[in-house]
């Protein structure tokens, strides 16, 4: 089993930064994949920034690239979303994610994930 606990959500003027953070704890070896997704109302959760485990490899969606960044302390089991440059709709409840499973077709996708936080509010105003 694995849990995880965000924090560093909040409000903030555009173009300023937030970073995000989130710690798994139990069973960390079972991890191979960890994420972020965030979601609006109306709208479906919708990938964001992605990190594979192991070998640190990493994704983002095409609107937050050269803005957004993840990385990971493999030492804290944790991982961090810095958020630069932020945007009104950056505005969103932000997800981290763990996949377990040890084979996946689409890492972007929401049903890659078994292991979801309980989001952090994230708002940006003009």
């Known amino acids: 089993q694995v849990q995880l606990v965000e924090s560093g959500g909040g409000l903030v003027q555009a173009g300023s930064s937030l970073r995000l953070s989130c710690a798994a704890s139990?069973?960390?070896?079972?991890?191979?994949?960890r994420a972020w997704f965030r979601q609006t109302p109306g709208k479906e959760r919708e990938f964001v920034a992605g990190?594979?485990?192991?070998?640190?490899?990493?994704w983002y969606a095409e609107t937050v690239k050269g803005r957004f960044t993840v990385s990971r302390d493999n030492a804290k089991n944790t991982v961090y979303l810095q958020m630069n440059s932020l945007k009104p709709e950056d505005a969103a409840v932000y997800y981290c994610?763990?996949?377990?499973?040890?084979?996946?077709?689409?890492?972007?996708?929401?049903?890659?994930?078994?292991?979801w936080g309980q989001g952090t509010q994230v708002t940006v105003s003009s």
């Open positions: 994610a763990a996949s377990t499973f040890r084979y996946y077709s689409d890492s972007r996708s929401y049903n890659q994930y078994d292991v």
């Open positions: 990190v594979d485990w192991s070998r640190s490899a990493t």
């Open positions: 139990g069973r960390t070896s079972s991890i191979y994949l």
